[in-house]
């Protein structure tokens, strides 16, 4: 039987090899008939090594090899000798040497791939690369990511446990519990009728391991959310969970920092400075219009109500009295900017309910815009001063309700620095957003509603607004930020088992609620619970930003569509009439078309 046991892999052997006799094996990335000698590309995840068919040394090898074709696998007997002169590709590691083939095993063949698997720059649709996801993955692009994956795993561990961390493990099939998005259910057999929940996050469990004593804990844990994606979003996804006990939100700071400096340094080699600045959720929104700010670049939102106010622009004046808010960002040196890509501005803000933009241009004559004599030379001074507007700049302006107007001024922020090149290489930009509100209104019910979850412990400097006004509450929350993506989220538990009946009594939860959801967690309180904190950072951004993607399904070995089905396994898929009747469940699933 031939040995296919790889003696080198495709990535190592150089001149310093030359004359060594090695096995190799792997897949044909391209063959080369040269009409008398052949050429193979031989590829495995490491890289490429050439490989040669010489019919003077065995004809019936030569045959052999003028057989095969792309993704082929085979398995090679050879030396290792120096390329001809003129032949080296300095691009390889290899491309100094080839292999001259005396043996050959052809191990499988194959069919010719939906797409080119050797070229990965050809852009294949995206559909059939999640059809063909073992093929996508050979092409070399995801496969790096996903090493850069492993490597930061392996740096994730080895540095908690430098920091005496436990790695616990804790249950998929849980309970439903409020979580901010809607649950995965898995139906029991043993108990018909009855559902488990898929992990939002191991919430609950990291809580109950600090009440058990584990006082540090951390997991590469799977969650699950039923909720619309998005590029840096999947229904399954990992997270860094972390929790600590006997500790504060500046000492959870510090390990984290600590940890994403030997992450990046582990992973690329790059050294990031600590500590991390901080911004309130109140200055992250009315400068960025985002929780989760990109301040790699300077385009702060400046508040304009005050100097509008004093105007007689009608069309912003009714958003003030509507109780809208105007707000401006400055493009520097942007008077070049023509109407057409203000209007392309204006089709960005539009998605979120802006109606237009107001704009102008500074020049040394003064400013320059049709809505110019709206505004007194005081008022234009007052704007000019406030935004720093020098010559040249544009100034482009929103007016409506305050989300819409942050959400929309957000997005043509980062559309327009992308735009302008703005954006600095190879910069990494971390930032903790604080204070973020303890409550929120539910648009639907008009009901007080946790903003994080509800064992976030309220800040203590608000524990006397908690009676007379709720929604003035801090949270003890916290969020990394880096570039623009939010890292991780993390709060400080409530440990106290009297004030986290408050909390549930604010947020409406009747005894029966309590009992069916918490009735374990509340009874696990009273024993004995350690102050304790912890947050959870999202392992698929982290992976995203090392690996420079702005798609999560990059970073994924066999991620879900953006409407969270599966094309190559065609899931999810009906259960069997056998299954539903063992679940004593019924079902009318609805067809879905698979490409």
């Not at 509340?522 to 951004?541: E, N, Q, S, V």
């Amino acid at each position: 039987m031939f040995d296919f046991r790889r003696t080198y892999d495709c990535r190592t052997l150089n001149k310093l090899h030359i004359g060594e006799k090695v096995t190799l094996s792997g897949w044909v990335n391209k063959r080369r008939d040269h009409g008398g000698l052949i050429f193979i590309d031989l590829r495995d995840r490491f890289g490429l090594t050439q490989l040669v068919f010489d019919p003077k040394l065995s004809l019936s090898i030569h045959e052999k090899a003028s057989e095969i074709r792309n993704e082929w696998v085979i398995s090679i007997h050879g030396k290792v000798i120096p390329r001809a002169e003129g032949m080296v590709n300095p691009k390889l590691s290899t491309g100094e040497i080839e292999v001259q083939v005396e043996e050959l095993e052809i191990l499988s063949k194959a069919l010719t791939p939906p797409f080119s698997i050797c070229d990965s720059t050809i852009d294949v649709n995206e559909e059939t690369r999640l059809k063909y996801r073992y093929l996508d993955i050979r092409r070399g692009d995801v496969s790096s990511k996903l090493v850069m994956r492993h490597k930061l795993m392996l740096a994730v561990r080895n540095f908690m446990d430098s920091q005496n961390f436990l790695e616990i493990t804790t249950p998929i099939l849980c309970k439903s519990t409020p979580e901010g998005a809607r649950d995965y259910l898995v139906a029991s057999r043993v108990y018909p009728g009855n559902f488990y929940a898929l992990p939002q996050s191991p919430q609950i469990f990291k809580q109950l391991l600090m009440i058990s004593g584990m006082d540090r804990y951390f997991q590469i844990a799977q969650c699950f959310r039923d909720e619309d994606l998005r590029a840096d979003r999947q229904p399954e996804f990992t997270q860094i969970d972390i929790e600590m006990s006997f500790n504060t939100p500046e000492g959870l700071f510090e390990i984290c920092e600590n940890l994403m400096q030997h992450i990046f340094q582990t992973c690329l080699g790059i050294d990031i400075g600590a500590p991390f600045p901080h911004m309130s959720h109140k200055e992250a929104l009315e400068k960025y219009g985002t929780d989760k700010p990109d301040v790699r670049f300077d385009m702060p939102l400046v508040r304009l109500d005050d100097i509008v106010q004093k105007s007689t622009f009608s069309v912003l004046l009714e958003e003030l009295k509507n109780e809208g808010v105007v707000k401006a960002l400055c493009v520097k040196n942007g008077a070049e900017i023509s109407r057409k890509q203000i209007e392309e501005y204006e089709s960005v803000v539009g998605k979120f309910g802006i109606k237009g933009l107001a704009w102008m241009k500074k020049s040394p004559e003064g400013f320059t815009s049709s809505i110019v004599k709206f505004f007194s030379e005081d008022l234009l001074k007052e704007i000019e001063n406030r935004m720093n507007v020098e010559n040249n700049d544009l100034i482009l302006i929103a007016a409506g309700p305050q989300d819409r107007v942050n959400q929309g001024l957000d997005h043509l922020r980062r559309h327009i620095a992308r735009q302008r090149n703005l954006i600095k290489e190879n910069v990494f930009e971390f930032l903790w957003v604080m204070d973020f509100p303890m409550f929120t209104i539910d648009k639907e019910t008009n009901d007080i509603t946790a903003e994080h979850h509800p064992f976030t412990s309220p800040n203590f400097e608000d524990m006397h607004l908690l009676d007379k006004d709720p929604l003035k509450v801090r949270a003890l929350a916290y969020d990394l930020v880096l570039n623009g993506y939010e890292l991780a989220s993390g709060s400080q538990r409530i440990h106290d088992s009297a004030l986290q009946a408050k909390i549930f009594k604010l947020l409406k939860f009747s005894d029966e609620d309590l009992k069916a959801k918490f009735g374990f967690f509340i009874d696990a309180l009273k024993y004995g619970t350690p102050p304790h904190l912890g947050c959870a950072l999202g392992l698929d951004r982290i992976v995203m930003i090392l690996t420079k993607t702005e798609n999560i399904r990059d970073v994924i070995a066999f991620p879900k569509t953006q409407k969270a089905s599966d094309v190559m396994l065609q899931a999810p898929s009906p259960a069997t009439s056998q299954q539903l009747k063992e679940l004593k469940l019924k079902a009318e699933p609805e067809k879905i078309a698979w490409p």
